[in-house]
């Protein structure tokens, strides 16, 4: 039951009841920006995984509090989805575009080389969130699992095209099969960036892949 009083809000006398359906059930602004904090969560996952990151790991790196984590959010899983779904976005389609620009083998030893460069040169990151995702879960879900699968035949799609491409130049074996090509490819892409916090040294990894794209060559 109301107590009837009255409040000045704003400039004017509202009744109690009025009051407090105002205050308790009228929508708050947000102080932060959900993409920028939803950033900082994809960080926290994929540096510990998804089960090894904890809330309170979470709400300390966005910065933010378990009521506006959970009202923005939802719950722990469904801030991973999205996680997982805004690394697709930043880091995935980039990649994906890079690999649709391969049309010859240089240009696919410029790549390899391009990520070799980059584990030289840049400070040591946690492997791709993805492959993460594939191993740190003791029990991954469906929701994810179908994310990780749809990044993964993206990415093999993009390295059977680019190799298409490259075959019909004649740089190719002409008995070269391309779908198995793309995957010898992507796993090999794939173990180079599981050694991302401890890389192979450049002239092992450069003469390992050397060795992959020679046994594709026409």
Same mark, same amino acid.
């Given at each position: 039951?109301?107590?009837?009083?009255?409040?000045?809000?704003?400039?004017?006398?509202? *009744?109690?009841?009025?009051?407090? $359906?105002?205050?308790?059930?009228?929508?708050?602004?947000?102080?932060?920006?959900?993409?920028?904090?939803?950033?900082?969560?994809?960080?926290?996952?994929? %540096?510990?995984?998804?089960?090894?990151?904890?809330?309170?790991?979470?709400?300390?790196?966005?910065?933010?509090?378990?009521?506006?984590?959970?009202?923005?959010?939802?719950?722990?899983?469904?801030?991973?989805?999205?996680?997982?779904?805004?690394?697709?976005?930043?880091?995935?389609?980039?990649?994906? %575009?890079?690999?649709?620009?391969?049309?010859?083998?240089?240009?696919?030893?410029?790549?390899?080389?391009?990520?070799?460069?980059?584990?030289?040169?840049?400070?040591?990151?946690?492997?791709?969130?993805?492959? &993460? +995702?594939?191993?740190?879960?003791?029990?991954?879900? %469906?929701?994810?699992? *179908?994310?990780?699968?749809?990044?993964?035949? &993206?990415?093999?799609?993009?390295?059977?095209?680019?190799?298409?491409?490259?075959?019909?130049?004649?740089?190719?074996?002409?008995?070269?099969?391309?779908?198995?090509?793309?995957?010898?490819?992507?796993?090999?892409?794939?173990? $180079?960036?599981?050694?991302?916090?401890?890389?192979?040294?450049?002239?092992?990894?450069?003469? +390992?892949?050397?060795?992959?794209?020679? &046994?594709?060559?026409?």
């Amino acid at each position: 039951m109301f107590v009837h009083a009255h409040f000045q809000f704003p400039n004017k006398m509202i *009744s109690s009841p009025v009051y407090y $359906l105002y205050r308790y059930t009228m929508p708050r602004p947000k102080s932060f920006d959900p993409d920028t904090v939803l950033a900082k969560a994809m960080g926290v996952f994929w %540096e510990k995984g998804y089960d090894a990151a904890s809330i309170t790991d979470l709400t300390t790196a966005m910065g933010i509090n378990r009521f506006s984590l959970y009202d923005t959010f939802g719950d722990k899983h469904q801030l991973y989805l999205k996680a997982l779904d805004s690394y697709s976005k930043s880091f995935v389609e980039p990649m994906v %575009e890079k690999i649709n620009a391969i049309n010859s083998i240089d240009d696919l030893e410029a790549y390899f080389s391009m990520l070799l460069d980059c584990q030289s040169a840049c400070t040591p990151s946690p492997c791709c969130m993805m492959q &993460r +995702a594939a191993i740190s879960m003791d029990e991954m879900d %469906e929701e994810t699992r *179908s994310r990780v699968q749809c990044v993964r035949s &993206r990415i093999h799609s993009a390295f059977h095209d680019a190799l298409e491409r490259t075959k019909r130049q004649g740089q190719l074996d002409p008995n070269l099969d391309i779908n198995d090509a793309a995957w010898m490819i992507m796993i090999a892409k794939t173990g $180079l960036t599981s050694f991302a916090t401890a890389p192979l040294s450049p002239g092992q990894a450069r003469t +390992a892949i050397q060795v992959l794209i020679d &046994r594709f060559r026409a």
